[in-house]
């Protein structure tokens, strides 16, 4: 399994990034395609998430409202469209697949097995 990010950079407070999650290497059918993040002296915590078999998504508190996690079937890729950003959202952003995860265990960065390199988001106020 491979996933690739992209889409990072630099933002000024109030703008709008998109990041991708490119996944390759098996069928994503059941597993869970999900965003976390880490800033600088902080644990990586979760984000976003969606089930790639039926789309079901979910959103941290503190993003809903701002953040839109979507999937594209034909390019295997899960998007994560990031509106209002504020200056507190500067992170490194990674995404991660899971096999294990439930609903009530998705948020935990144990249940995933696979993790993408991370992409640099920084939102200058």
């Known amino acids: 399994v491979q996933l690739q990010a992209s889409g990072g950079g630099l933002v000024q407070a109030g703008g709008s990034l998109r990041l991708s999650c490119a996944a390759s290497?098996?069928?994503?059918?059941?597993?869970?395609i999900s965003w976390f993040r880490q800033a600088p002296g902080k644990e990586r915590d979760f984000v976003s998430a969606?089930?790639?078999?039926?789309?079901?998504?979910y959103l941290a508190d503190s993003v809903k409202g701002r953040f839109t996690i979507s999937r594209d079937n034909a390019r295997s890729t899960v998007n994560l469209q990031m509106s209002s950003l504020k200056p507190e959202d500067t992170a490194v952003y990674y995404c991660?697949?899971?096999?294990?995860?439930?609903?009530?265990?998705?948020?935990?960065?144990?249940?995933?097995?696979?993790w993408g390199q991370g992409t640099q988001v920084t939102v200058s106020s």
């Open positions: 991660a697949s899971s096999s294990r995860a439930i609903v009530t265990t998705l948020r935990s960065r144990l249940m995933y097995d696979y």
């Open positions: 290497g098996r069928t994503f059918r059941g597993y869970y």
């Open positions: 969606i089930r790639w078999s039926g789309g079901t998504t």
